[in-house]
C-alpha cells in the first residue's frame, strides 16, 4: 500500500454488510504516507466451535484514505458533541428542512446533488 504525502489509512470491517457471527476485524490507523508494504490485519475469532471460512468474493477488511492531520489532537480538542433535540437551532432545523424534506422527496436525489457537487470541486 502506498499514499500520497500527508495521508493516514483506516483499515476497518467492510461498511454495509453484515458482521458475520464467527469472526470480527480489528479496526487501525496506518501512516500510509511512510509505510510501503503488505497490509495485513488481524481478525478476532469469536466461535471455536465452527469452521470460519473465508470468502473469495467477500471483503475481510475496508481501507479509507484520510489526511493525517484530521487525526490531530488539537481537532478533536475543539469538538463538540451536543444532546437532545433542543441542541438544534434555526439553521440546523432549516438545513434538516431542505435535506430530508424538500430532496427526500424524489428518490436519489441526494446522491444526484452529491456526485454533481463532487464532480465541481
Known amino acids: 500500500m502506498e499514499a500520497p504525502p500527508g495521508y493516514s489509512a483506516i483499515v476497518r470491517n467492510p461498511p454495509n454488510l453484515p458482521i458475520t457471527e464467527n469472526m470480527i476485524g480489528y479496526e487501525g490507523i496506518i501512516r500510509a504516507d511512510t509505510w510501503l508494504g503488505p497490509l495485513l490485519t488481524n481478525i478476532r475469532i469469536l466461535r471455536t466451535d ?6 473469495r468474493n467477500m471483503p475481510v477488511f475496508f481501507v479509507q484514505l484520510i489526511r493525517s492531520e484530521d487525526l490531530s489532537r488539537d481537532i478533536h480538542a475543539n469538538m463538540t458533541i451536543e444532546t437532545g433535540i433542543e441542541a438544534f437551532r434555526d439553521p440546523d432545523w432549516s438545513k434538516f428542512s431542505e435535506v430530508m424534506l424538500k430532496s427526500g422527496n424524489a428518490r436519489g436525489a441526494y446522491a444526484r ?5 463532487q464532480a465541481s470541486s
Open 50 to 55: 465452527t469452521v470460519v471460512s473465508l470468502r
Open 113 to 117: 446533488k452529491t456526485r454533481r457537487a
